[in-house]
């Protein structure tokens, strides 16, 4: 069974930056598909990055150059560097895994992963 507990959450201004981590415990991350998803009041969840095999990314429009996804394998251990920040980011960031590569070719829809962490806020002003 995988477990996932994000961390490094919290308020930033806008055009500022915060790393996430989430680490998984259970499984290696090298042998996992894994995404950062995002959700806030009153929306659904969308996914913002994924990442399988380390090599192969993705990353929602709103996202693209100014979010990254990262893993370290040795501390299994998932990234998300954001930078640029913007009002619109602020949501609660979930990080998610599935045991099917690259999502069943839909990294970014959350109904193709099957493990969840508990959630970081960010919120950006």
């Known amino acids: 069974h995988v477990q996932l507990v994000e961390s490094g959450g919290g308020s930033v201004q806008a055009v500022g930056s915060l790393r996430l981590s989430c680490a998984a415990s259970?499984?290696?991350?090298?042998?996992?598909?894994v995404g950062w998803f995002r959700q806030a009041p009153g929306k659904e969840r969308e996914g913002v990055a994924s990442?399988?095999?380390?090599?192969?990314?993705t990353y929602a429009d709103s996202v693209q150059g100014r979010f990254t996804i990262s893993r370290d394998n040795a501390k299994n251990t998932l990234y998300l560097q954001m930078n640029s920040l913007k009002p619109e980011d602020t949501a609660m960031y979930f990080c998610?895994?599935?045991?099917?590569?690259?999502?069943?070719?839909?990294?970014?829809?959350?109904?193709?992963?099957?493990?969840w962490g508990q959630g970081t806020q960010v919120t950006v002003s």
């Open positions: 998610a895994a599935t045991w099917v590569g690259w999502a069943n070719g839909r990294p970014l829809w959350a109904d193709e992963y099957s493990y």
């Open positions: 259970g499984y290696s991350y090298s042998s996992l598909c």
């Open positions: 990442s399988y095999t380390g090599q192969r990314t």
